[in-house]
C-alpha cells in the first residue's frame, strides 16, 4: 500500500523568509497530492492541491510542485507571515483502497 | 453551505466506559470518514463509508469500536469499552464521492479524553 513521509517534522523561519517542506510517496499509481494546514485546536483545511498530470501549482504566496519520476512533492510559503504558523500535511490519494493516506506533518514556526 | 456538523466538541469518561459520538456530513456529500488524530500525530483512518455502505474499515478496531451511517446521512461512532490509548480528537470529515480525489471537509472534531 501507499506510504506517505513527510519532512521536516518541525521548521522554524524567520517572518518574511520562505518554507519549505517535502513529502515522499511509494505507490506510482497515486495521482492527486492535497496539503492540509491545522491551526492548533482546530481542523485540518484544504489549502493547495496537485494532480499528476501537473508538475507545479501556485496560490499567491504558497505553490506545490511534484516530481512523479522521484515521486516527491513539496509545499513552497513565500514571504512567511505569523498567521502561517500552523501544523502542514501532505497525503496522497491511493487508487489501490481509495484512500488518502497522510504524513505526519511539519509544525512549522514563523518567527518574529 | 453549511459545513461538517460533530457533538460533542468534548468527552471526559473513565476507562472501561463507552462513549459515541455523531457526524452529519455536508449535505449531498456521499462519501463519509472518522479519522483519530492522537496529540502531535496526523490524521488516522478508521472507517469509510460510500452511502450507507462501507469501503474501508481495515484500521478500525474492531473489538471496541464501531460505527455505522443506516440512512446514508449521519454518522456514529461507539467505543465500548473505551482504553487510556483512545485519548485523542475523532474528526469526521466528508466528500462528494469515493473514487474521485475531491477535497475532504473536516468537522470541528470531537476531543475525547480517557481517565
Redesign the interface.
Known sequence: GENVEQHPSTLSVQEGDSAVIKCTYSDSAS??F?WYKQELG?????II?I?SNVGEKKDQRIAVTLNKTAKHFSLHITETQPEDSAVY?CAA?SYS????I????TKLIIKP | EAGVAQSPRYKIIEKRQSVAFWCNPISGHATLYWYQQILGQGPKLLIQFQNNGVVDDSQLPKDRFSAERLKGVDSTLKIQPAKLEDSAVYLCASSVETGTTNEQFFGPGTRLTVL
Do not use: E, I, T
Open positions: 495521482n492527486y492535497p482546530k481542523r485540518p483545511q484544504l492541491d494532480r500535511f490519494f483502497n481509495y484512500q488518502l497522510w504524513g505526519a506533518g
